[in-house]
């Protein structure tokens, strides 16, 4: 036993001494720090690059006794430590005039001209497709994913502090990141094990999950999937790497020449393959781009290891750091597939050095490569259902048999503290408040209370409103589910209720019927396309800050009953029975009354109104979790959208009123542009054929609050514009702040600029108009003389969180009570 002992002791010492870490910054004779300065240990390949201010982290397992600092025109630096661990050291570099004078063309901004890297470069793209998996017709291989969460920036302050009082014991796991230096917790791990096909002639992929485990939220597939979505997949070949929905332009990009400096810094033999060492750096400040190096053979011209850091100055948010680091081996002696890729990010509240943040963590291998194994195309067509319970109950068995290499000291104690941490009440609290704002729900057991931001609420017809709900939940993928609500409002004295309730009747192609009924006061016309909703409520029928009364409300009692399924994968149909009545909130303020006889003497207030719908969605790209009759999307406003809607008004069914014909159709498009920011367009358009009151009409959705609604006319009041045939189309274009950040007072601020423009064109038919008995309010008026038009410029990213419009009207200046100018603002949590 006391052997034993020993032994672990002496290779823990081994292991502990046996390290070497330094840290520090690198300063030229003025004092200026000396960005992307070369820092390796001596007489090895481990090596980091100093970022824009001057500073470094460098660590290696091996135990090394000096470090050498290298930078274009000055002279090479070399200092030797005295101890493993040596931290916030200051390097000055002299400058080497004999040097400077040679290689001029290398200091700062380098050369696009007569520069050997660029040349390098060129080659690379002259033979980036006839490397990895596009350059055969199939292939096939095994993917193990691992993501982790690690609390970074621990210290004493932190361990003493009232929000970790009774979880004081998990900072002994406290661990040093490798890349950036810092103290780290690990909280977090999820494994996964996959089976990818692609077919590069059909242009198909499929991943079949086999396996999925994680640490204390194995119920939980919507944490998983929307982590999964942050860490999109990306090739370092494309021009620009998609990360966090922004476009960074890659550093081997063909527009690279105009957005980073190329040194080449050394060559030399890797597994007997002669490479090419490339130091990069970004040209200008605020913009996406990294610092970093590749190597890169000299046969083939493909990337055999690559280093990228983020540039500091990058303008994004919550991110004070990303690290990516990919390898690649060579397959028949020239063509090279990749095999590890890891990715970490560093997510903050605030961008300063010392401040707090979590490390997100992604490593993926993969192995076992085949090519050339055809796949008929119904194989990829064909869903699969990757939320099967098995996946996610893997024994140990299998995941000594399938992981691509073995979880390290830290990894595997992380499954053991979430288990211990679910016992405390201080990690149950935070727990609670977590969920409130990510998920608008506060958990009980079985059920959950909320919409919580939905209990108050104001409009001028109730007053005060207060709401009370919540909905029934034992999980993710529960079957079935009830959802309800209560509310009173002060004003008028009344209570509205909701309830409806859905089940899933087969899994496989997500059969479901719901039914619901809903009593309530709305502000009808919020969208140009109708819903249904039976528990809807928008912004506008309850929001405290207006810019005009709103007194437009309707009262509603709606009843639904539906079908839906998916027959192909995110392509939905719902088939849809409703009846409501409609009247009114306050008829002396608004009013809904019709003509019920030809002769246009007798009215009604009330409108009485049974339909039949079928509606048809397609949303490609569409990433969802969960098998459950409620699923969590996952890349929300990242893929197109397609919906087409017909319906059919059934007079007489139930006392209903009319009768006719609807049809409506809605495209919406979002685009990334690569360096040039985030295009988004939205068209939409509808037409009913027969008459119909001003109830059931189509109106412009305005905007009479002072916030930011995404498919509204923000410049228009409830009710300025209606009619039964429209053609509506709203494009915005964030640059994402391309603009600002050339800018020299501007660009530190992280401000994005959006341009938006809106344009809508309806017609009112005469047979329509006749039956609107109203003659004060609402006058009814379509846009049939010209496209209704308004355009707005914002600046967004303001402090992080907000964003703010200003509006500008371009035409019918003649109507009554027009606004020709307005600001909204919207509050919002982006990257």
Known sequence: MRKIITSIFLLQFVFIFGQTKVSGYVFDDADEPVAFANVVF??????????????????????????????????????????????????????DEEALSEVIVYSGKTSKKN???????????????????KKFKQYQ??????????????????????????MEFIFEQADTNKVTGKTYLPIFINESVSKVYGDNILDKEKEILKGNKNSGFSNNQ????????????????????????????SPLSKTGIDNYNYVLSDSTYIEDRWCYKIVYYPRRKNELTFKGDFWVNDTTWAIKQIEMTMSKSANINWVKDIYIEQEFDVLNDSIFLITRDYFMTDFTFRKKEDSRGVYGKRTTLYDHYQFDKIKEKEFYDRQTNPYKDQVFDRDSTFWANNRLEELNK????????????????AFKQVYDVATVLTTNYYEFDGWDYGPVFSTLGYNDIEGVRLRVGGRTYFGQNDPWRIQGFTAYGFNDDKFKYGVSGKIMLDRKSRLILSAGNRRDVEQLGASLTSSNDVLGRSLVSSSPLTVASNNTLTNINLSSLALEAEP????????????RTLAGADTDLFSLAFYTDDERTQTQEQTTQSELSLTANYTPNKKATGYGVERYIVNNGKYPEFMLKYTKGLKGVIDSDFNYDRLQLLYKQPILLGGFGKFTSTLEAGKTFGGVPLSLLNVVPGNQTLFSIQGTFPLLNFYEFVTDEYVSLHMEHNFNGRLFSRIPLLRDLDLREIVTLRGVYGQLSDESMLLNASTTNPVLFAPDRNIYYSYSVGIGNIFRVFRLDFHFRGNYFDISDSRNFGITGAFGFYF
């Open 115 to 133: 520069n050997p890297a660029i040349d390098i470069l060129r080659k690379i793209w002259e033979n980036k497709r006839d490397n990895g998996v």
């Open 568 to 579: 192909f994968f995110n392509f939905k149909l719902r088939l849809e029975g409703t009846y």
């Open 42 to 95: 001596e007489n090895s390949s481990v090596g980091t690059i100093t970022d824009e201010n001057g500073k470094f982290y460098l660590e290696a397992d091996e135990k090394y006794t000096a470090v050498v600092v290298s930078f274009m025109g000055f002279k090479t630096y070399t200092l030797t430590l005295n101890k493993p661990s040596t931290y916030d050291i200051k390097i000055k570099l002299t400058t």
């Open 141 to 166: 291989f095994d993917k193990y994913e691992k993501l982790q969460f690690d609390l970074n920036t621990i210290d004493s302050s932190l361990i003493k502090s009232r929000l970790f009082k009774g």
């Open 410 to 425: 830290d990894e595997k104690e992380i499954y053991t503290l979430v288990d211990t941490l679910k016992t405390v009440n």
């Open 222 to 249: 919507g944490l998983v999937a929307f982590i999964k979505d942050l860490y999109a997949e990306y090739s370092v070949y494309d021009n620009y790497i998609k990360i966090f929905d922004k476009s960074f332009v």
